[in-house]
């Protein structure tokens, strides 16, 4: 028996603490406070090695935030155009890149629609991870744009957290208290949330946006995806159009915008 001054923690609270630690665990490298250069330089030595960064490429960076590896993925002789809907992230990205003499243009974007049509090598998500839209649905609406947006046998690289490790050690108490939704996916911290997947759930949605799942590793350094990974880093590539698949979502198809950033 506790003490007389001491009290239980109430379910709720102890759900709270649990998720906090997981949920700085599992996406801490993604805020950008967090992210040193020498991680970032890490991540884009992965991307080269998995997605290949050839000289002019021409590189899609989806969900880009502040640019720090818009920035480095340039560095690597590429041509890069960095895409996110917050204008005031974009603002401090463009201020970054200032007399840098890179090939690199950030553009405001809804990533479900993204105005852009067969011209890019290589797309990635390695920043702002897939999940952050509303619902489901327009996670596949924005697999579905960045497909059209991507060359022929384009590749895409996503970085994101793995569900199955989130579900291994998660707190039970963050279940019975809506912390963690196992229907939707949804991981709750006060007022934001994120949609994590499994790499089977993720490879379905790839499927339905017309992409090949190529890859998985559990790191930037080539470790083996398993249950236990923390995160998974996913190669896929664009089907050509007489190979993909009926569509089976049900969704209208996505306007056609032309133009540059």
Known sequence: MGRPHETRA??????????????????????????????????????????????????????????????????????????????????????????KGLWVHFQSCDLRRIPYDGEFNVAVNIHTPLGNLPREVDDLRCLQSVQKALKPEGKLLLDLPNRDWLVRNLDPGALSQKVFD???????????????????????????????????WGGYDGVPFTLSSLRMIVLAQK???????????????????????
């Not at 991981?187 to 499927?207: D, I």
């Not at 159009?241 to 540059?260: T, V």
């Open 10 to 99: 109430e379910p709720m609270a102890l759900a709270r603490r649990s998720t906090d630690g997981l949920w700085r665990k599992m996406l801490a490298d993604y805020d950008a406070a967090n992210r040193s250069e020498e991680f970032v330089r890490e991540q884009i030595d992965g991307v080269d090695r998995f997605a290949g960064l050839k000289d002019r490429a021409r590189v899609l960076d989806i969900g880009c935030g502040a640019g720090m590896q818009t920035l480095e993925i340039a560095r690597r002789g590429c041509r890069v155009l960095g895409l996110d809907p917050d204008s005031a992230t974009l603002a401090r990205a463009r201020a970054l890149s200032q007399d």
């Open 239 to 261: 089907i050509p159009a007489e190979k993909a698949p009926r569509r089976l979502d049900g969704l209208p198809r996505a306007i056609r915008i032309k133009g540059r950033g």
């Open 182 to 216: 196992l229907e939707t996916g949804l991981l709750a911290q006060g007022e934001r949330s994120v949609r994590v997947y499994s790499l089977t759930e993720l490879a379905r949605l790839l499927g339905l946006a017309g992409f090949a799942m190529r890859g998985a």
